[in-house]
């Protein structure tokens, strides 16, 4: 006997800062038929899963949270961690969220069915059935492991940065860092002082610039609870620096110009010649992500730092060697080799009208439509898809997407369309656009490989024009852009 399965009408799968919003705008806009699937037992996404000593944003908090739910209590110009997954989880609260979550319940497959007009989840508690599905899974949860002989058997600890082991103590040990980016320059001077060793394997050193950032006294805290346009003046304030750095992401010579400030950064704290120099990037800066911080150069040059300049080629026992040859001996090893940006980690669990697997038909390099929506996926929305990234805060793309998504959704509720799907003809001129307008960007002309380049060397990862550009074109869905069909 065959059992009925519920038909939801919007399905979000991830309940980080994209899915909760997901989940207030369409409610706002009287679609409350809306479920939210999240394989943990907390709301939280990026920031529930990295706990690693030193955690916090690189992106103001003025800026770094929703328009419509600003908070004025923020301690730090960029707040951290636990701050900001607290407010994720206040505003989840705020907004009555939480009714609509179903926790621990991981999304296994999604395929859509031409038959039934919906999409099938397969969660490992049950199959679930909705008209429309926004993938908010986010690129920042499942971290990218490097392929290093011998690895697997080192006699010490092993852990990535996401999945800090906040129960083994650090005191007097000898730590190898693997990676330098975003998370291990802000853990790196976190745990110098109380380690005995630290060596930090750098294949490429990267820009960092000074992060402007001081604790916010209550006398700010209580001016911004009482004027809320004095914290919006803020916002767009912050919103203006980093749209003017946005824009000159797409100018090389005007970034040369700019990284004289990180040049000065590095020679203000690194005095010695030989170290400075191996800290000094040779690609333009942008090209990589732009990494802030005050602390990252002066923890490099403790007496129990070495920089190493050189990937970690194999492991040993508890030697690590080098791939200049040179060794070390470690007890523990972190990893900080960061996420997988260019291929978004649910297509490997989404299947088209088809039954393909969407990673398989974009064979390492992603492609959709607006960033949002991706062939032979009706009624789907991807959160964070191809070419929507922008060198800005991740809100701006989280409410520019949502607009458009939710707009979608109305409009096919009110005409009575049974799908909503991208024209490929539309799709192959859309992208064809992107990758020329970043043919010159600093992203695709800097001189390195960055995670903004797929594995096949295309830039399937940034939003080649401004800000307000995609907010202008995202404002609204415009049926005639796409292919539908009616019930």
């Not at 600890?157 to 129960?167: A, E, G, I, T």
């Not at 859309?430 to 380049?453: K, M, P």
């Amino acid at each position: 006997m065959s059992v009925s399965i519920k038909m939801h009408e919007v399905i979000v799968v991830g309940g980080g800062f994209a899915g909760i919003g997901a989940v207030i705008k369409l409610r706002e806009a009287g679609i409350n038929d809306v479920l939210l699937l999240e394989k943990a037992d907390e709301l939280g996404g990026v920031w529930r899963e990295n706990t690693y000593p030193g955690c916090a944003c690189d992106v103001p908090s003025a800026l770094y949270s929703f328009s419509f739910a600003p908070n004025p209590s923020w301690s730090r110009v960029f707040a951290g961690q636990a701050e900001i997954k607290a407010y994720l989880q206040g505003v989840a609260e705020s907004y009555r969220v939480l009714p609509m979550v179903k926790f621990q319940h991981e999304v296994i497959t999604a395929a859509w069915s031409d038959t039934d007009a919906c999409w099938h989840l397969q969660t490992n508690h049950g199959e679930f059935h909705a008209r429309f599905v926004i993938m908010a899974g986010g690129p920042m949860h499942e971290p990218v492991l490097p392929n290093v002989p011998g690895l697997s058997e080192f006699s010490g600890d092993v852990f990535h940065s996401s999945r800090w082991r906040h129960d083994i103590d650090l005191n007097n040990k000898r730590v190898a860092v693997i990676g330098t980016g975003a998370s291990a320059i802000q853990f790196v001077p976190a745990i110098q002082p109380t380690v005995g060793k630290l060596m930090v394997f750098q294949r490429t050193p990267h820009w960092v610039l000074p992060k402007m950032d001081q604790a916010l006294p209550g006398i700010v805290q209580r001016l911004f609870k009482r004027l809320p346009l004095a914290q919006l003046a803020v916002r767009g304030a912050v919103f203006g620096i980093f749209e003017t750095l946005n824009g000159g992401m797409q100018n090389i010579a005007a970034m040369k110009q700019f990284q004289r400030l990180a040049k000065f950064n590095l020679h203000r704290a690194v005095k010695d010649p030989m170290l400075r120099s191996r800290l000094t990037p040779q690609y333009t800066i942008g090209c990589k992500r732009v990494l802030q911080s005050n602390d990252w150069y002066p923890a490099l040059v403790q007496p129990n730092v070495d920089v190493v300049s050189s990937a970690l080629a194999k492991v040993t026992g508890n030697t690590l060697v080098a791939a200049d040859g040179s060794t070390y001996e470690a007890d523990v090893i972190i990893l900080g080799t960061g996420f997988e940006i260019a291929e978004p980690p649910i297509a490997k669990r989404v299947f088209n009208r088809y039954g393909q697997r969407m990673s398989d038909v974009w064979q390492g390099s992603p492609e959709g439509y607006m960033g949002t929506m991706v062939a032979d996926c009706p009624n789907a929305f991807l959160m964070f898809g191809p070419n929507i990234a922008v060198s800005s805060s991740a809100f701006l793309i989280i409410e520019a997407q949502l607009a458009y998504v939710v707009d979608a959704i109305e409009q096919a509720r009110k005409l009575n369309l049974r799908s909503i799907e991208t024209d490929p003809l539309r799709v192959a001129d859309f992208n064809a656009r992107v990758q020329s307008a970043l043919e010159d960007s600093v992203w695709n002309r800097g001189g390195c490989t960055s995670y903004f380049i797929d594995r096949n060397g295309r830039n399937s990862t940034v939003w080649p024009w401004s800000t307000l550009e995609m907010k202008r074109q995202l404002s609204q869905f415009n049926l005639d852009e796409y292919r539908v069909t009616r019930a």
